[in-house]
């Protein structure tokens, strides 16, 4: 599912997050652990990786991350919001220092004009910085869609290890 340049980020992301003795969670929905298997795939990714939270229904949003219930009722589990909740709870119930999050319709199904298929919003949090946003609309079939998101929240920690 994944092609070796995403592997090849993955592994660069951990090496990057070691030398500056980072630790890393992920709470995904769309990608059901997909950011966290790609990490994992890696051998010693144990010296960064907490945990990862996949959280695809509502209430796993609610229960594993913290998520409020009448945010998602409100917004949306596909929505800013949820995704910054989504991460900003990972990292503090994980304890690590960074956390990456998704919520997004992958399809083939799902989608609304308001939220197209392929819709995901993804999110990054470092502990004692503000949170980092992206909505993106990804392209082609859902297993591409997810492989983009992954791609995408590599990019977003990169981000936040200046």
Do not use: W
Request: hydrophobic fraction near 45%.
């Amino acid at each position: 599912m994944l092609d070796d340049a995403t592997l090849e980020e993955a592994a660069r992301l951990l090496r990057d997050m070691e030398a500056k003795r980072l630790t890393l969670a992920t709470a995904e929905s769309c990608t059901g652990g997909l950011i966290a298997a790609a990490l994992t795939s890696i051998a010693g990714s144990s010296a960064v990786v907490l945990s990862g939270f996949v959280t695809y229904s509502n209430e796993a949003k609610t229960a594993m991350v913290g998520v409020p219930a009448d945010l998602i009722a409100q917004v949306g589990a596909v929505s800013e919001e949820v995704a910054r909740a989504m991460a900003e709870g990972a990292q503090a119930r994980s304890g690590a220092s960074l956390a990456l999050s998704c919520t997004g319709i992958a399809g083939p199904g799902g989608g609304s004009a308001a939220k197209p298929v392929g819709l995901v919003h993804l999110a990054a949090h470092r502990a004692g910085q503000p949170t980092l946003h992206r909505r993106r609309v990804f392209s082609g079939d859902r297993t591409a869609i997810r492989a983009a998101t992954v791609r995408e929240a590599f990019q977003m920690a990169h981000s936040l290890l200046g």
